[in-house]
């Protein structure tokens, strides 16, 4: 029986070539630890996806109430809980995105500990799950469209592009939580607080072009950008896009990912040692 | 004929630094010791760290494995067995030197890593697959191989969390060994299960390795199994390589090690027991008082015991037990109860009436007054071996622990 001799060196310094070959290798763990967790949550909690729904449907109800009642923030004849729920929708997604990859490394501890395979798959997996859940909360969007009667524009074709933005926001600043936090166990506990706070500071209650003086300021939180996407692609010409956020959001997210990439891949050797 | 060898280790160092810094450090730890060294520093007291300890768990280890070969790697807790795994599986990286891998390399450096509780054992199979390497053609064409071989047909669709834990590990190693890798790198693995699952699994690692010239490093403490399994051995101590050669070879200078080793297991004693009588040492050796760490099967062994006693005690008893490597006690020895002086004490038990089947047995020590223990533990390991194949490992041949004692009489009728 002819061998596949396919040559492995181990050496004392990193192995860049090999680990992008072996990131490619990997792809089907990739899909199988995603396919893990997706299962394993839809196992263990009971009410399963109805409580995907439930939670943003709550947040909605109070977000339309403080920003459009209570501030009465203008909406253009679009019903505010759409503006909301059109916020929301990236902002679940990054969430829950994130909080997934920033716990990934301590919650696959045995793995990392006993297995070799390129640890970048396991906060690539966690994306996925984030993503199944999104799902959920885009058909309660589109349930809500139906009922409103509001008919999304040809915007609507680049929602992709603002989602994949969402995702690489979550994996930048989640590669660099979950490595962080190998290394000093404290920030388990700041990124809760980071979403805590986060969910402010990004413009999910309220349109950024009702609030011009603002804008730079919020741009300059990456999410604004993929927020405004959002809103931009869903209701169509009624929240106007400013390039020059959206610009500004690419370019910090992509140093987001770039520096998280390596921050994790610098820690990466020593993983299994302080696990 | 010179092999083509798969496994290459030139130089391989791994350094670990412990000591004052915690593993798990917070940041105000970190903080306050660059802080601190920045002072130092500034100080012109150098940027040297004086508290940090540096260990290495593995210096300077080369070795070259051809295929198909079967190499235990044998040693001492400690000595640097798993971290050299570790390394070879690509877990963690060396500090310095070099491994060259010849094909693909699967590890089962514990049985059932990354199984998850909840997901059925047909989930497990596939998603354990993909962990180890395999593609998910491979998994699906093995998928009632593995099957067979776990027996456990009727649970496939049951979460493993409600498995036993000997159809868990029939079914993680039964994933394991279909995997196919060129390399295979196995830790311990067959410590647990039943015996004719070991068995089993030692016959198809042999085949592994035999019949589909896969090569396989195995490490264990159960010395008649690597005896059984592997036709070479190398020996880690304190993170050397002190031996390498074949496995009898190799074992000897392990059992020679470990003889010398053999007055240091007992522990410490109490205050209380300080008071009232404690062992002081114990000794395994041949009847003509050679120290013992190795023993043939049917030869005879005694283990001598020093006891000493603060003040008078009636009702005094040594027992020792001999415990196999499944954990099964095997047999337990009284002496009888009797008063002892203020003193120092001597207490012989001699092992030559039964012979026990080749394995890695555990002697524990126990003491006790008027029914009552008050000291007890593991004193010393004896590894019995086998000359006759027949009887080369209880656990894997299925014979009986305890050989010929029974009178046997033959006559024609």
């Known amino acids: 029986m002819p061998f596949q001799a396919a040559e492995t060196q181990i050496t004392a310094g990193r192995q860049d070539k090999a680990y992008w070959a072996d990131l490619w290798n990997y792809r089907e763990l990739l899909g199988f630890l995603a396919w893990r967790d997706v299962k394993v949550r839809y196992k263990q909690a009971t009410l399963g996806i109805a409580w995907a729904v439930v939670q943003p449907a709550i947040t909605m109800v109070i977000f339309t109430f403080v920003f459009g009642k209570l501030a009465n923030m203008p909406n253009d004849n679009t019903p505010y809980p759409l503006v909301v729920l059109a916020g929301l929708l990236p902002w679940q997604l990054f969430s829950s995105a994130f909080s997934g990859a920033s716990g990934s490394l301590l919650n696959n501890a045995s793995l990392v500990s006993k297995v070799y395979f390129p640890r970048l798959i396991i906060p690539l997996s966690a994306l996925a799950v984030a993503l199944v859940d999104f799902a959920v909360v885009l058909s309660l969007y589109t349930a809500m469209m139906l009922w409103f009667g509001v008919l999304p524009s040809w915007h609507v074709v680049f929602l992709p592009l603002f989602i994949l933005l969402a995702l690489l926001a979550a994996f930048g600043t989640g590669a660099w939580l979950t490595a962080l936090t190998v290394q000093y166990r404290d920030f388990r506990f700041i990124a809760p607080f980071m979403l805590q706070v986060g969910i402010f500071l990004s413009p999910v209650g309220f349109r950024t072009d009702n609030m011009p003086n603002w804008r730079g300021l919020l741009g300059l939180n990456p999410l604004t950008g993929v927020i405004d996407g959002f809103r931009w692609c869903l209701l169509g010409k009624s929240a106007t896009l400013d390039p020059s956020v959206i610009v500004t959001s690419v370019v910090l997210i992509a140093i987001l990912v770039f520096t998280g990439v390596w921050y994790f891949r610098h820690t990466e050797r020593l993983l299994a040692d302080n696990i | ?413």
Request: overall charge neutral; proline content about 3%; hydrophobic content about 45%.
């Open chain 2, 1 to 413: 004929m010179e092999r083509e060898s798969v496994i290459t280790v030139e130089g391989l160092s791994k350094r670990y630094v412990i000591g004052h810094e915690t593993r798990h450090d917070t940041l105000r730890d970190r903080l306050a010791q660059g802080a601190g060294s920045w002072w130092r520093r500034l100080r012109g007291a150098g940027g040297a760290q004086i508290d940090k300890e540096e260990f290495w768990a593995l210096s300077d280890v080369s070795f070259k494995v051809g295929r198909g070969e079967v190499l235990g790697v044998v040693g001492r807790n400690g000595a640097g067995k798993s971290t050299l795994l570790k390394i070879l599986s690509r877990i963690t990286d060396p500090t310095a030197g070099t491994v060259r891998l010849l094909g693909r390399a699967a590890s089962l450096l514990e049985v059932g890593t990354g199984f998850h509780p909840e997901l059925t054992g047909r989930e497990n199979i596939l998603l354990n697959g993909a962990i180890l390497g395999m593609r998910r053609k491979e998994i699906r064409a093995k998928f009632d191989e593995i099957v067979a071989f776990a027996e456990v047909q009727r649970f496939l669709d049951t979460p493993v969390k409600h498995y036993s834990s000997g159809m868990y590990v029939r079914l993680a190693f039964a994933i394991a060994a279909h995997l196919e890798p060129e390399i295979l790198i196995i830790d311990e693995v067959l410590a647990v299960g039943d015996t004719a699952f070991q068995k089993k699994c030692l016959g198809k690692m042999r085949d592994v390795a035999r019949g589909e010239g896969r090569t396989v490093l195995f490490v264990s403490h159960n010395l008649p199994i690597v005896r059984q399994v592997c036709s070479r051995a190398i020996l880690l101590e304190s993170g050397r390589l002190t031996a390498d050669g074949p496995t009898n070879v190799v074992l000897g200078v392990y059992a020679h090690g470990l003889e010398e080793n053999q007055l240091a297991r007992v522990p410490e004693p109490t205050p209380e027991l300080r008071e009232r009588a404690y062992v002081s040492a114990v000794r395994v050796e041949t009847l003509d008082q050679r120290t013992l760490a190795f023993a043939r099967v049917g030869e005879p062994w005694r283990v001598r015991i020093r006891i000493v006693a603060a003040r008078a005690l009636a009702d005094f008893v040594v027992a020792l037990g001999v415990i196999t490597s499944e954990n099964l006690g095997l047999q337990t020895v009284w002496s009888a109860p009797c008063r002892i002086e203020p003193g120092e004490h001597e207490i012989i038990f001699t092992q030559d009436s039964v012979a026990l089947a080749a394995d890695s047995y555990t002697l524990v020590v126990g003491l006790s007054v008027a029914d009552q223990t008050i000291q007890q533990f593991d004193a010393a390991r004896l590894e019995i071996t086998g000359e006759n194949p027949m009887i080369l490992c209880a656990a894997s041949s299925g014979f009986g622990l305890v050989i010929n004692s029974m009178r046997v009489e033959t006559r024609k009728l």
